[in-house]
């Protein structure tokens, strides 16, 4: 394996057909290595959330190569993205998107199903994950009976649940106070120093100074930047 | 795997529980309509086969060429003038495989009553013709004739109770022709239900018979055989004989009484058949109710399942998720449906005896319903089937969305 995680070649994003065709992506060219801590910035409707969904294998590229551990993904189908995504890819929304009705340990063994786990390695991992988290306390709550800043750090365990070789945290601060934010970017920082690589989406440009690595996206073309 | 989607499936019905026992009361209803009609139909199998096989090795024979099996078991109340001769009956006692040959004489007759006259049609059987052709259940009071008895008489509800101005009890003294008559039995009343009419017959032993009109009129016999297996062979060598007998092809019918159980159960199995269509329906709008309520699932889960999707669930793992959940809807469904129907039958049973003739008729129907395991685990397998069917459509809406879904800005 080498040292890049994500490696782009022309990799680009056209919706529609025809007259109504619309670029949300130029084609982009970088590379993320291991264990990099990367901020991507950029107003509304430059472009952000396609260049992630692109690298979260949620959405494929019209031209160019993507590959996530030296795999090609660019002409997987709908199955092997799916087996991408639970092994390669943790997932932070900026809404959490927890399942409501699994409690903080379902939710979080719930990738790890998919991947066909053992049931009480799972559930080992889970503890352990939350235990990181600060959750220890909240296994067996449900989202509802959570605060946000809690459903966030149980998102991230789940994130982290099939050792991906991604963390993508879109606005992953965007919808909790501020105290609750900080908390949230010294976990990422802390799982980051041992060794994950991280790629976070952020409007704040206070919490993209903290990362190694800035990506700017403007009309949908993506640079490297500083704050 | 299945056990993380069974408890997936299971937390959202929980979720929506109110919905969720709504649509699992449509599928009760339907399995409910299955197991109670089928129990009935099964039911009604049951009393006529067991009223009727006894009978097996029966042929009943007639004079004047009875139309149809129904008519025949009509014992004869309405008298055309022809009759089997006494050589018609040596005749049938000589065929090969014939056991015994049982007669009923028919003719005229006039009660007399607290000096009250109605004129009536006599019957007389032998003893055992009696119990061949009435059981027990049919009284209302007293009890049959036996062999040795001598000047009495078994008559039916209205003649007892509505001809006369007074009424007649079991032990009262008629005259019959000028003889004295004592009451051993009254029929229930029958009204237009069961197959036999027993409301104004007048049964005499064979001996009195002939001693109270002096006639041997045979208008029925019943003929049994020592081997079931050939009654329907024996039943046409009778039928040939007398009507050579009488030089007219169509003298004589001899019926089988197995192909008259025959005809029945035919006619019973369409019955059955017809119930359980009407059943089906309700099944059909019951799953039609499950696919209502998944889609809407669906459709209210986009995100939850665009999160499952992203998270790297499969189509197949969201698909299984969903079709668990119509499984499980529609099995405690099933379950549910399955104790009301064996309810439902028992009172489904009940209004359909009162309704039927409103006396022993319906009763010796015998109308207990019977709940078979076949039709228990037919139950089980079609709300397996129907819940699968019918959330294979909003699994499959639900695997196609999207991942995208869930990170999309708002």
Not at chain 2, 56 to 81: K, P, R, W
Not at chain 2, 249 to 262: K, N, P, V, W
Not at chain 2, 280 to 309: D, P
Request: glycine share 10%.
């Amino acid at each position: 394996m080498s040292n890049n995680v994500i490696v782009t070649k022309d990799l680009s994003k056209t919706y529609g057909k025809g007259s109504l065709q619309v670029t949300a992506l130029q084609k982009t060219s970088i590379s993320i290595e291991r264990g990099e801590y990367i901020a991507i910035i950029g107003p509304s409707g430059s472009g952000k959330s396609t260049f992630m969904n692109l690298l979260g294998c949620l959405d494929t590229p019209s031209t160019g190569k993507l590959y996530i551990d030296d795999i090609d993904v660019s002409t997987l189908n709908e199955n092997q993205l799916a087996k991408i995504r639970r092994e390669k890819i943790g997932f932070i929304f900026q809404k959490y998107n927890l399942i409501p009705t699994l409690n903080a340990i379902e939710n979080t063994t719930l990738s790890m199903s998919f991947n066909n786990i053992r049931s009480d390695e799972r559930v080992e991992r889970a503890k352990n994950l939350l235990d990181m988290v600060g959750l220890s306390h909240r296994v067996d709550h449900k989202p509802s009976e959570m605060s946000g800043g809690e459903q966030q750090r149980v998102a991230i365990a789940r994130a982290l649940a099939n050792n991906p070789s991604i963390i993508l945290a879109d606005e992953p601060t965007g919808n909790v106070d501020t105290k609750s934010g900080n908390n949230i970017m010294k976990i990422l920082e802390y799982i980051n120093n041992k060794g994950e690589t991280i790629i976070t989406v952020t409007h704040d440009p206070n919490i993209a100074k903290r990362a190694q690595r800035i990506l700017r996206i403007q009309d949908g073309i993506v640079s490297e930047g500083n704050v | 795997m299945f056990k993380d989607n069974f408890n997936l499936a299971y937390k959202n019905i929980r979720e929506r529980m109110s919905r969720s026992i709504l649509t699992l009361l449509g599928i009760s209803i339907g399995i409910m309509a299955i197991i109670s009609l089928m129990g009935i139909g099964e039911g009604m199998q049951v009393a006529v086969t067991g009223e009727l096989s006894s009978l097996s090795d029966t042929i009943l024979v007639s004079a004047g060429g009875s139309s149809n099996d129904f008519e025949l078991l009509q014992e004869g109340v309405d008298d055309n003038g022809e009759y089997l001769t006494e050589r018609d009956i040596s005749d049938i006692e000589r065929i090969q495989g014939v056991k015994e040959v049982s007669t009923q004489l028919t003719g005229a007759g006039v009660i007399t009553y607290n000096r009250e006259n109605v004129i009536v049609t006599l019957t007389g059987m032998d003893t055992d013709t009696i119990k061949i052709a009435y059981s027990e259940e049919d009284l209302e009071a007293g009890t049959f004739l036996e062999e040795g008895d001598q000047n009495k008489c078994i008559i039916g509800y209205s003649i007892a109770h509505e001809d006369f101005d007074s009424e007649i009890a079991v032990g009262s003294r008629i005259s019959i022709n000028g003889e004295k008559i004592v009451v051993n039995g009254i029929f229930k009343k029958q009204g237009m239900g069961g197959l036999t009419s027993t409301d104004s017959i007048v049964i005499l032993t064979s001996r009195d018979f002939e001693k109270l009109t002096g006639e041997s009129n045979i208008k029925l016999a019943a003929v049994r055989v020592s081997d079931p297996t050939n009654v329907e062979v024996i039943a046409e060598e009778i039928e040939q004989a007398i009507n050579e007998n009488h030089g007219d092809d169509d003298f004589a019918s001899a019926t089988a009484m197995s192909s008259i159980l025959e005809t029945i159960q035919n006619i019973l199995g369409i019955l059955s058949l017809v119930l359980i269509a009407i059943a089906a329906i309700a099944l059909v709008v019951a799953s039609i109710g499950i696919m209502n309520t998944m889609l809407t699932s669906v459709m209210e889960r986009t995100r939850e399942i665009g999160i499952m999707k992203a998270i790297g669930a499969e189509n197949k793992d969201v698909m299984l998720i969903f079709i668990i959940e119509g499984m499980l809807v529609s099995l405690v469904g099933g379950f549910f449906g399955i104790i009301l129907g064996v309810f439902g039958s028992q009172g489904l049973a009940g209004i359909l005896t009162n309704m039927g003739a409103g006396g022993p008729g319906a009763e010796s129907m015998g109308l207990t319903p019977v709940i078979t395991l076949f039709s228990i685990v037919l139950a089980v397998g079609v709300s397996l089937i129907v819940g699968i069917l019918s959330s294979l459509y909003p699994a499959w809406k639900a695997a196609r969305m999207s991942p995208i879904e869930a990170v999309r800005y708002e």
